[in-house]
């Protein structure tokens, strides 16, 4: 499978003021992002509130199905939309309002535990990836739309590191004023204001996206059922054997979300911290993100995206293995446990380009169905086995599901040398047509 030939986005005379909006866009959901860290901060919260690791284990599941289901479902809308900016401010500016909802409650319930906060945090959980799913597409879509294919690693890079940069100043300055430095008061932080701000920096955003500036789409209208867009993902994944490897591998790598929720809760709990021990863990995550997307972008640009995605799923095994061996040296471990969300960082930059290996495979008119087919695959892991998998944690041992999720993400990286290179392929292509 390859590409078609679509119109060089630096055609378009607004090119270079697309590419700058993409990237202030991409910087203020950073800076909202970091005050919302699924491996850290959304956990717990849901820690204060509530506390088994099964009820932790809802957190990748809704992740992960706000971010492939609906968005599958969606596919077809984005595709038939003229202007995808316009699916793009409408579900930041639903992202936003998720979090400035939590904080209401949050102020209304001051925070204590009760039978319903739990119930209502896991509600705008989900209905927030249901936006943030919708979202991605939409910004992915405009990508492969805007960005032409060797920009879309400076996009990354750019977008990602000025982002962080911003990020970690803010989340170091308002985080100390915000989290309870008690361990025996969890409850006394103001995650009030740790929602509202992060609503708020995802409302700038709707407002800076307004600014893109797009030609309407003329593709012709497909209107499928639900039945019929999952057949034809499902479709999508067995007529290629490329992309059918790709969806395994995306899989694969899905399985590393499971964890997400189980690293702080594992560090505070062997190491005995309080919640002002994430804020290092909170910066480290960021500004490990940012360090990665230097080279990745770089490279990727140069050498493609499929080298990038290899070396991203070897580090990726990394993680997991430093965390249980830390964790057993709690005199020692807890100064060098921060290393472990630094690599976290890579898991977001890894994604990306999965995205954009798959923006490299198809064309143009197939990206909203094949993105959504790939968000599936990278889904179904965390959706199926997240609450097993916080299950066996509490019951059997964190080192057990850290070692089981090693080996799922190292056979992942396996599976990227029986890959294709889509962009040898299209210059081969291109000298024999």
């Given amino acids: ?84 900016r316009r699916v793009l401010i409408g579900s930041t500016v639903v992202m936003g309002c998720s979090f400035l909802f939590l904080s209401a409650v949050w102020v209304y319930t001051e925070g204590q535990r009760s039978w319903f906060l739990p119930t209502i945090f896991l509600v705008v959980y989900g209905v927030f990836f249901t936006a943030t799913g919708i979202n991605r597409l939409a910004l992915n879509t405009l990508t492969g739309k805007l960005v032409r294919t060797t920009r879309r690693g400076q996009l990354a890079l750019y977008g990602t590191v ?26 006394l932080s103001r995650f009030d204001l740790v929602f509202a701000f992060t609503g708020t920096t995802f409302l700038m955003a709707a407002v800076f ?77 960021n500004i490990g993100a940012a360090a990665f997307s230097v080279p990745s972008g770089w490279i990727a640009d140069r050498l493609g995206t499929r080298i990038v995605m290899r070396w991203m799923l070897f580090a990726m095994a990394i993680p997991p293995v430093l965390a249980i061996v830390l964790a057993q040296f709690p005199d020692l471990g807890w100064g060098w446990f921060t290393a472990v969300f630094c690599l976290l960082g890579l ?20 990206h909203p169905q094949f993105l959504s087919t790939m968000s599936l695959a990278m889904a179904l892991p965390p959706m199926l086995l997240g609450i097993p998998i916080g299950w066996l944690a509490g019951k059997i041992s964190f080192e057990f ?15 990227t040398f029986f890959l294709i290179e889509p962009r040898h392929q299209n210059r081969t292509t291109s000298k024999t047509g």
């Fill in 401 to 415: 599901v850290f070692v089981l999720v090693t080996g799922c993400i190292l056979l992942a990286w396996i599976l």
């Fill in 162 to 187: 000025f982002g962080a940069g911003i990020a970690v100043i803010c989340a170091y300055w308002l985080l100390h004023l915000w989290l309870s430095e008690s361990r025996a008061t969890p409850y």
């Fill in 1 to 84: 499978m390859t590409a078609t030939q679509s119109p060089n986005p630096e055609d378009d005379p607004a090119h270079q003021q697309n590419f700058l909006v993409l990237i202030v866009y991409q910087c203020w959901l950073r800076i909202g992002w970091i005050f919302k860290t699924e491996s850290i901060i959304m956990p717990a919260v849901l820690d204060v509130i509530a506390g088994p690791a099964w009820l932790r284990g809802f957190l990748p599941v809704l992740n992960r199905f706000g971010q492939s289901v609906p968005i599958l479902l969606a596919s077809d809308r984005v595709r038939n939309a003229r202007l995808k």
């Fill in 209 to 285: 996206a307004m600014a893109l500036r797009e030609r309407p789409d003329e593709f012709q209208p497909k209107r499928r059922s639900g039945r019929q867009l999952v057949a034809a993902s499902f479709k999508s994944i067995l007529a290629d054997r490329n992309f059918l490897l790709l969806a395994i591998t995306a899989g694969l790598f899905g399985m590393s979300l499971t964890l997400f929720p189980h690293y702080q809760r594992l560090g505070r709990d062997r190491f005995e911290l309080s919640m002002t021990a994430l804020i290092p863990w909170v910066l480290a995550q």
């Fill in 347 to 366: 898991t977001p930059v890894t994604m990306r380009f999965f995205n954009y290996y798959t923006l490299e495979i198809v064309g143009r008119d197939q």
